[in-house]
């Protein structure tokens, strides 16, 4: 099994090298919000902890992560999406072990955009009231250990978005592995493939002209055909490793993201876990870079510069379970920055220590 699952590493990097980034593709694939990670805790320090990350959380980053979580996990963040915008995201979760090895997942991400005025070519200054659009993911997600250091995982992903008269759904799913070393585990692997799914295509009434013809006065209806594109598919190359402080814990973390459809990243992220007995605190900061990102008329990107955040976790009951509020903060200077807080719940929690 071992032996199996390290060929599948080798043979997903290799693979890696065909889905670099590609500057004529940039721009050409749809449904980009696959790309954004909703959660607090992962997001605090760039999305560096691919290799690192365990719990609901891990569906976002590895999926293979999952297979770490506590008996049953809860978790909810709401996210301001660039503060100028008035873009709202929220996402929630439940995983839940199923037996000594096995766990499974379902979460949901929904985008509110805000209401936007109603126009036509008659009325182009609006007067017709609003419409709303919106975007809603689902995922489902199974993970499992393989053994104490080699983690596997699938996520399916269901996805929805349209205006008021038109929309598009489709599939995809991710799938990662995950592997641990060291003398006390503090050396982590990962990598995941993320977004892979068929095209997706846009239908509605939206579509429809309406015509008259000036001599019959016959009214006919014209349906368009409209253009199928692509999801935003990609391969998340991650690595981690803890350093021991006295009783607490610094982990420096980076992960490659080879993109199909943009420019390649590098992210890079700490986390300094410090566990007081009744309170852990922990805190965290990154960064994510591609090329041109720190200019203005360069970048590709909506996010630049460092992001940071810092999570409470608390004990209660009497079976180890934990409550956690988590916040994180992402710089995006051209459209404002971005803040999500959350709170997890950790019910019948193991003995191994969260991350």
């Known amino acids: 099994m071992k032996l199996k699952l390290t060929l599948l590493t080798v043979a997903a990097f290799l ?30 320090w760039g999305s560096a902890g691919g290799a690192h990350v365990k719990g609901l959380e891990a569906i976002q980053l590895n999926v293979a992560g999952l297979a770490l979580a506590d ?17 709202k995201i929220n996402s ?20 509110n955009y805000g209401d936007i005025p109603i126009t036509t070519t008659e009325l182009p200054e609006g007067g017709l009231g609003t419409f709303s659009p919106s975007s809603l993911l689902l995922s489902l997600a199974y993970a499992r250990e ?23 759904t489709g599939f995809a799913f991710d799938a990662g592995v995950r592997y641990v070393t060291g003398e006390r585990d ?14 997706m295509t846009y239908k509605g009434d939206g579509f429809a002209i309406e015509t008259v013809n000036p001599f019959t006065e016959i009214a006919t209806t014209t349906e368009q055909r409209t253009a199928n594109f692509e999801l935003p598919s ?8 803890d350093f021991m402080i006295k009783e607490n814990i610094l982990t420096l973390a980076g992960t490659f993201t080879s993109n199909s459809f943009q420019r390649d990243q590098f992210r890079a992220g700490a986390e300094y876990n410090l566990d007081f007995k009744k309170v852990v605190v922990i805190l965290r900061a990154g960064i994510a870079y591609e090329k041109g990102i720190f200019s203005e008329t360069e970048t590709l990107s909506a996010l ?37 807080i959350g709170i997890r719940l950790n019910l019948g929690r193991d003995a191994e220590e969260e991350e």
């Open 71 to 87: 008996k049953t996990e809860i978790g909810f963040t709401n996210t301001t999406w660039m503060q100028s915008t008035g873009i």
């Open 304 to 340: 630049s510069g460092p992001t940071a955040g810092v999570s409470l976790d608390l004990p209660f009951g009497k079976n180890g379970s934990t409550m956690g509020i988590d916040y994180s903060f992402r710089t995006a200077p051209v459209l404002g920055s971005i803040h999500g």
């Open 234 to 241: 990609l391969i998340n190359i991650s690595g981690a490793y």
């Open 186 to 199: 503090q050396i982590k692997i990962g990598l995941a493939l993320k977004n892979v799914g068929p095209p």
């Open 92 to 111: 929630v979760g439940l995983a839940q072990r199923v037996g000594e090895s096995n766990v499974i997942a379902i979460s949901m991400m929904n985008t």
């Open 146 to 168: 393989f053994s104490t250091s080699i983690t596997g995982g699938l996520n399916i992903k269901i996805l929805s978005e349209g205006i008021a008269n038109a929309r598009s």
């Open 15 to 44: 693979g890696s090298v065909s889905l670099a980034g590609n500057e004529d593709r940039i721009g050409a694939a749809g449904s980009t919000q696959l790309l954004i990670n909703p959660w607090a805790r992962s997001s605090a």
